[in-house]
């Protein structure tokens, strides 16, 4: 039993994160966990390539109703996802700055209107994003960098590496779902009938 631990006032419950909140394989995409770090390098390398075969032909604002965000929204969220896990591996490789803190997806959401991006813009962001990465992240898987996030606990490069990839993967499986229920609206009526909702899409506050 360690004495006082409980007791502490800086205590709060860890925020649950990778297979221990999805699941291993993750219950809904798949993902399996037990890669390698460059395996999952590798798959975020390929991801500008793999989103963009996904919605070649898309108009970038398909929906699913159990879905706030529609398909150009979710590129957009990788995207900033990698952007913002990128940058904090440099940080803490260049500068020894190893605390972070959660960021609020959906805020970010919000500030940037992602349902409103153009499709190809958000394309064309990720392949930058992806790129940044996976310059940041071997380089931080090299000199072996972890960062302290401030919900997590401590979180290795390669944590980092293959949270980020499920992050990416589980999304395609989301923009999946939206582009099937899209086919099947527009064989019901017709044409495509387009259905708002406000629920959340994930249940992870502070950023994938
Ligand atoms: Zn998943």
Redesign the pocket.
């Known amino acids: 039993m360690i004495s006082g631990w409980w007791g502490s006032v800086n205590w709060h419950p860890m925020e649950l994160w990778g297979a221990r909140l999805?699941g291993n394989p993750?219950r809904?995409?798949?993902?399996d966990w037990s890669l390698t770090p460059r395996e999952a390098l590798g798959q975020v390398e390929d991801l500008p390539a793999r989103y963009g075969a996904l919605v070649k032909g898309r108009r970038g604002d398909e929906r699913h109703p159990d879905l706030a965000w529609n398909v150009a929204a979710y590129v957009s969220h990788v995207t900033d996802n990698l952007r913002n896990w990128a940058e904090r591996l440099a940080g803490a490789r260049l500068a020894g700055t190893r605390q972070v803190p959660g960021y609020d997806q959906d805020l970010l959401a919000q500030a940037r209107f992602y349902n409103d991006v153009s499709l190809a813009g958000a394309l064309w962001s990720l392949r930058w994003a992806a790129d940044a990465w996976v310059t940041s992240v071997s380089a931080a898987l090299e000199e072996g960098v972890a960062l302290e996030h401030a919900d997590r606990g401590v979180q290795r490069a390669e944590d980092v590496a293959r949270n980020n990839a499920?992050d990416a993967?589980?999304h395609a499986?989301d923009i999946e779902r939206i582009l099937a229920h899209a086919a099947r609206t527009r064989g019901m009526h017709g044409s495509e009938v387009v259905r708002r909702s406000n629920a959340p899409h994930l249940p992870d506050p502070s950023g994938d």
């Open positions: 999805y993750c809904d995409c798949g993902f499920h993967a589980h499986w």
